[in-house]
């Protein structure tokens, strides 16, 4: 794994401004007013040839009472325990504070590498540092976030506690197992690792975390992650099951595969469908698993009813991949990780240039698209740019003249000539001007 720098501290000392600078683009909400930030953000950096996972949080007010601050809290000290280095903001310009001292003494107590930074020093001397010393975190690095001064200086001191050596490269499949509270996560999950790994109980809510586990099978490396029920946000009734949903979220943005799993019985709810189109939105591969199969009441024909229902309520991913299991039992329950290792290749896939060049150029013949204001989109090329998901780009006269439904045609298309089961794709346009 890539070693992770956490960056706390109290309310707007510039830790989101710091993050930004660091990733090289806007992704925190940066506002002269505390609070902004809530949940923990995460980006994909690297420094001196070392990539590193850089987290911003929100910021921590230990002694508050105010529901919020308790969760910003909670969502910074998640940070700070899978942190392998701690970046501890404060502000020069309004001095040390009193919560200062009180993230301080958390701090010191979760036994990590812990490196004070005193940001907005652009306008103050060096002597504003000298009483920051008082909070026992050794040298206080001076920067300021806003004008890039003094960032080098932190990355460097913050390599220095990364563990020594290769980093271990991770080969295994990632699968996240989610769904709603008590459809059968963990049972699924037990039944692959074949053992009693995660808590199994009838108490909706039990996995509160999501669990990382590798294992090996037929050869192959996996890592399951067995994640906490997603419940609508109105059923949410805790902090701990607040966050647990928010670790679920994580999960699916880190996972190669999703396994969806929806308990048969109580058949595909309104809350199970925006949890699939959660998962189709970040562009992930996905099977849907029908958990409880053993306890519907079947006849020869139920199982396609199923599938039916499944095309109605789903018909904006249309591509999608299904199996009925037991994992109580153990039936088709094997089946799922093949079917993981399936859509994955799906998602992994690439056509050819020149193929795809003619079968979209032949479907462009076949069905012309439609004229806006006596304006008619021309295809002049077209390539597969990315995978996982995979992404079509096509050089068009005119970017603005791809409606909707044609997009769907030439998506039907290509899906028509391979097979992208299983994993959504993506067509974008960018204008080219015809040559005269």
């Excluded at 040390?96 to 490196?115: C, G, H, Q, T, W």
């Excluded at 005193?118 to 976030?145: I, M, R, T, W």
């Excluded at 199970?272 to 189109?277: L, N, P």
Aim: hydrophobic share 40%; with cysteine; proline share 4%.
């Amino acid at each position: 794994m890539e070693p992770v720098i956490a960056i706390v501290g109290r309310p707007n000392v510039g830790k989101s401004t710091f993050f930004n600078k660091v990733a090289g683009r806007k992704i925190a909400i940066t506002e002269n007013r505390p609070g902004v930030t809530r949940d923990r953000i995460t980006a994909s950096c690297e420094w001196r040839g070392r990539p590193f996972t850089l987290i911003d949080t929100g910021g921590i007010e230990l002694k508050s009472e105010d529901i919020m601050w308790k969760q910003i809290a909670l969502q910074a000290q998640l940070a700070v325990e899978t942190a392998d280095v701690i970046l501890f903001f404060t502000d020069a310009r309004e001095g040390l504070n009193p919560s200062d001292e009180d993230v301080a003494d958390y701090l010191r107590k979760s036994k990590k590498p812990v490196i004070l930074v005193v940001n907005k020093v652009d306008e103050y001397s060096p002597e504003k540092l000298f009483e920051f010393y008082a909070l026992g975190l050794g040298e206080p690095f001076g920067v300021s976030s806003e004008h890039s001064q003094g960032i080098g200086d932190v990355l460097d001191r913050a390599v220095e506690y990364f563990p020594k050596g290769e980093v271990e490269a991770d080969d295994s499949l990632k699968i996240a197992v989610v769904g709603k509270p008590n459809a059968g996560k963990s049972s699924l999950v037990n039944k692959l690792l074949g053992e009693e790994r995660a808590i199994v109980t009838d108490i909706a809510g039990t996995t509160r975390d999501a669990v990382d586990t590798r294992f090996t099978r037929g050869g192959k490396n996996y890592t399951i992650i067995d994640t906490a029920g997603i419940r609508r946000k109105r059923s949410v009734e805790d902090n701990v099951e607040y966050y647990s949903v928010l670790r679920a979220f994580d999960a699916i943005k880190r996972a190669d595969v999703v396994l969806l799993v929806v308990d048969s019985v109580e058949g595909l709810t309104e809350q199970d469908v925006k949890i699939i189109g959660m998962v189709h939105d970040e562009g992930k591969p996905s099977v849907i698993v029908m958990n409880k199969w053993d306890l519907v009441e079947k006849d020869t024909h139920t199982m396609e009813k199923f599938e039916e229902k499944l095309k109605q309520d789903l018909k904006f991913m249309d591509y999608f991949k299904s199996v009925y299991i037991s994992a109580k039992t153990g039936q088709r329950a094997e089946k799922t990780l093949a079917l993981a290792e399936e859509v994955y290749a799906h998602a992994s896939f690439r056509v050819p240039t020149g193929a795809l060049n003619d079968l979209l150029i032949d479907a462009v013949r076949v069905s012309e698209p439609p004229s806006y204001q006596g304006k008619r989109m021309k295809l002049f090329y077209s390539s597969q740019v990315a995978t996982n998901p995979p992404l079509f780009v096509l050089q068009v006269n005119d970017e603005t003249l791809l409606h909707f439904s044609y997009e769907r045609y030439l998506e039907n298309v290509i899906r028509g000539a391979y097979d992208f089961s299983g994993t959504p794709i993506r067509i974008q346009v960018r204008s080219k001007k015809e040559k005269e």
